[in-house]
């Protein structure tokens, strides 16, 4: 599994305390996402399981709330999206869970993709 950002363009609104410049905002999303990146694993073995071939990429739209650090609103892009529906629907579910800590006073919205590739046979 090989992870990809695709675009990072954060909308940057007032808020509270914390504030990040749009390249900490990156990193740190990036981050709070490598996190999750056990359970994108499970999402994709899952798959493999039923469909050794399966690869693709799977892209999403998300926000980073304001104060939480919270990642919310996460939506698939099916016009980049090219894995099969069921590791889309998994890597929805497990996104979700990250977060930014500490929280910024601005919200961030930004897409991300993650490129799904089984490994070569032996």
């Known amino acids: 599994m090989k992870t990809q950002e695709l675009l990072a363009a954060f909308a940057l609104l007032a ?9 900490q905002y990156r990193a740190d999303t990036e981050a709070a996402l490598a996190g999750r990146s056990a359970d994108l694993k499970s999402c994709y073995d899952q798959v493999l399981a039923t469909k050794p071939t399966a690869a693709g990429r799977v892209t999403v739209k998300l926000a980073v709330a304001a104060k939480t650090g919270k990642i919310e ?34 919200r961030g ?14």
């Open 73 to 106: 609103d996460v939506q698939l892009d099916p016009s980049q999206t090219t894995a099969p529906d069921e590791l889309s629907k998994c890597v929805l579910a497990a996104v979700p869970a990250a977060s930014l800590q500490p929280g910024d006073r601005k």
């Open 109 to 122: 919205e930004a897409t991300w993709s993650w490129d799904f590739t089984a490994a070569p046979a032996k």
């Open 15 to 23: 808020g509270c305390a914390h504030a990040r410049s749009a390249e």
